[in-house]
């Protein structure tokens, strides 16, 4: 089992005690947490990383702390469509959880940033002698699995310009920035559609002075009314994820 070193958590060096940016992470009490924190890895979450392929064994679950994983299904023809985002609320490994050891679909990261890695053999390991975390992570994964429902009945019923709103808000949110590093091909391979329906809707944001797009970045410039111009599953998917920093 893991063992606690004398060095202290990368939280720690700098200014004094802070708390862990994942959600789940600093929702575990001390004694839980340190148990836990003994088995992890802090590690950055570059974009474009494939953390693990689709049906290929999930070696490790993330506890990110910044930026933003997708969950990605990939069609025969090459085609993808995301399913799934995860961001600082929640860790990435649900199949895990429900005890699998592969999933149809792939785990990448869209927006780097920083977290936490753990074996995915030594979460279960650990997980009956840490209780909050195990019904933490089962509470997650259910929240996550309604998520996905919903996003596969965006993706039938809504049309791409409140669907690309969406997709925008609930990345503002996991990315807690303005700016976020996107460009067109890669938000209908997202969005599971194609490039010129993607141009199109990008390009009425951007007369509406919603957002602004430059050489591979998508700047929001009015966040509320990017949230009021997606559709109903923006809302939806929020209350599921649990609240987030307003900055």
Known sequence: MCKLTRRAPYFYRRSGPQPPQNAILAALPPDEYWRVRACLEFIPLKSGAVLWEPNQPITFVY????????????????ATVEVGMTGREGF??????????????G????????G?????DLLRKILPQTPQLEQMLHRYANAYAMQVAQAAACNRLHQVPERLSRWLAMSRDRAGSNLLPLTQR?????LGCRRSSVTAAVSAL???????????QLRILNRKELQRRACECYSVMRRLSGPFPQR
């Open 63 to 78: 506890f990110p702390n910044s930026g933003m994983v997708s969950l990605v299904a990939v069609m025969r023809d090459g």
């Open 116 to 120: 936490f890695r753990m074996e995915s």
């Open 206 to 216: 951007q007369k509406a002075r919603v957002i602004r797009g430059r050489r591979g």
């Open 92 to 105: 990435v490994g649900t199949p895990v959880m429900a005890g699998t050891r592969t999933a149809p679909v």
């Open 186 to 190: 890669f938000l209908a391979q997202m």
């Open 107 to 114: 785990a990448i990261v869209q927006i780097e940033g920083h």
